[in-house]
């Protein structure tokens, strides 16, 4: 049966995970991620309201860890990786520090961004991640990336991830027009959790054949079932791997499912936009427990062994919350330079312009000349 959200809703419980040809560390490890982010997740969740500290708005995970998990074990330091507003999954799966994503959503200056950007655009350039809240935009810079490092022969990968609502714009068919043409060592992962916002993917789209309509544009692409984290984890390494080695640009389209409000903690479901007996299909089939159930079954896991692993998480959270809280404000003195770079002497000098007071865009560049 081709895969779809249609025909995944008509399926029951998956019984195909294996773990196989995978090394029992690495499958654990898995575990150990997907339970990292999970946790993580519902801890940012609950204490969101009604604390009120957190002063963004917060696109979460929960449901979709198997992804950013299998990322987390095949990303290089060096490697670049491009993402969404729903950023904290591709965040964890760079590596890039935790304590450093609670200060930014806290508005802190030791966030990841100094508390600038808060969730949906957070940055850490020092472990190469950046995300940012226009649809496609990121995929778009991530091909600027790729051809850099094609051009300069590097070695290195960019990976894009994103949800199917991205490939409505029309940026994401330049991204694999151009790709596709110049071979990029780029690597698109479309996490297709059936939603954007409120709305069905064929309520957007003719239909639901993301993989089918990139080929013709030079791009291998394989779809995959989201929440069955070996085969996630498999069928990434086996992209990345011929990417490196100068065969790309490669999709992976994973379906998945967004278990929470599309934005923040609210319960949005009053807008009657999810399929009857979905959410319990996809509840059903958490990644977690997919996982968790074979794991058992090999006597990889058990009970204590899960007990040390929450506690280990727990204290993890707790001090990262620790580390958030007690961190100070950004100060406003350095407003200056919070945008822009030393090497950009336009902004500098609107920005020059605008302190001074009377700044009028339409007169901008008769003031300023031109730049
Ligand atoms: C260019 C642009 N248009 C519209 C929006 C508003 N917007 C924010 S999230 C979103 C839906 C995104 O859906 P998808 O890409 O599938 O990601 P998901 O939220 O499902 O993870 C939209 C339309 C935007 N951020 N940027
Ligand atoms: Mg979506």
Excluded at 48 to 65: D, L, N, S, V, W
Aim: charged share 25%; net charge negative; glycine share 8%.
């Amino acid at each position: 049966m081709e895969l779809s959200h249609r025909t995944l809703s008509l399926s029951g419980h998956y019984r195909e995970l294996t773990l196989r040809d995978l090394e029992p560390a690495v499958a654990l490890q898995l575990f150990r991620q997907m339970l990292r982010l999970r946790r993580m997740e519902e801890a940012l969740l609950a204490e969101y309201h009604p604390a009120e500290e957190m002063r963004c708005p917060i696109h979460f995970c929960i449901g979709q860890e198997a992804i950013p998990a299998a990322l987390s074990g095949l990303l290089k330091a060096d490697d670049f990786l491009f993402s969404h507003h729903r950023s904290h999954g591709y965040y964890f799966a760079k590596g890039a520090p935790l304590k450093e994503l609670f200060a930014e959503i806290y508005g802190r200056s030791t966030g990841a961004d100094a508390g600038n950007a808060g969730s949906q655009d957070i940055s850490h350039s020092g472990s190469h991640f950046y995300s940012g809240a226009i649809l496609s935009g990121a995929v778009s810079i991530s091909v600027g990336a790729a051809l850099g490092f094609q051009l300069r022969k590097t070695g290195q990968i960019a990976v894009a991830g994103f949800g199917e609502g991205a490939t409505d714009e029309g940026a994401f068919w330049e991204a694999m027009n151009f790709s596709g043409k110049r071979r990029l060592p780029l690597l698109f992962v479309v996490e297709n959790n059936r939603y954007a916002t409120f709305s069905d993917q064929l309520k957007r789209q003719a239909d639901d054949n993301i993989c089918e309509r990139v080929r013709p544009f030079g791009v291998r692409a394989t779809k995959i079932f989201g929440n069955d984290a070996p085969l996630a984890h498999r069928t990434l390494e086996a992209e990345m791997k011929r990417l490196r080695e100068g065969d790309g640009p490669a999709l992976v389209e994973a379906y998945t499912y967004r278990w929470n409000s599309h934005v923040g903690p609210e319960d949005d479901s009053s807008n009657n936009y999810r399929a009857p007996g979905e959410m319990e299909f996809w509840k059903d089939n958490c990644p977690i427990v997919l996982l968790e159930e074979r794991l058992r079954e090999r006597g990889m896991l058990d009970d204590a062994a899960k007990a040390d692993l929450e506690r280990e998480i727990a204290l993890e959270i707790a001090a990262n919350f620790k580390f958030a809280k007690e961190s100070p404000f950004p100060t406003v003195k350095d407003w200056h330079r919070m945008n822009f770079e030393d090497a950009s002497p336009m902004a500098d000098r609107l920005l020059g312009t605008a302190s001074r007071g009377g700044f009028d865009p339409d007169q901008a560049e008769s003031k300023l000349g031109p730049y």
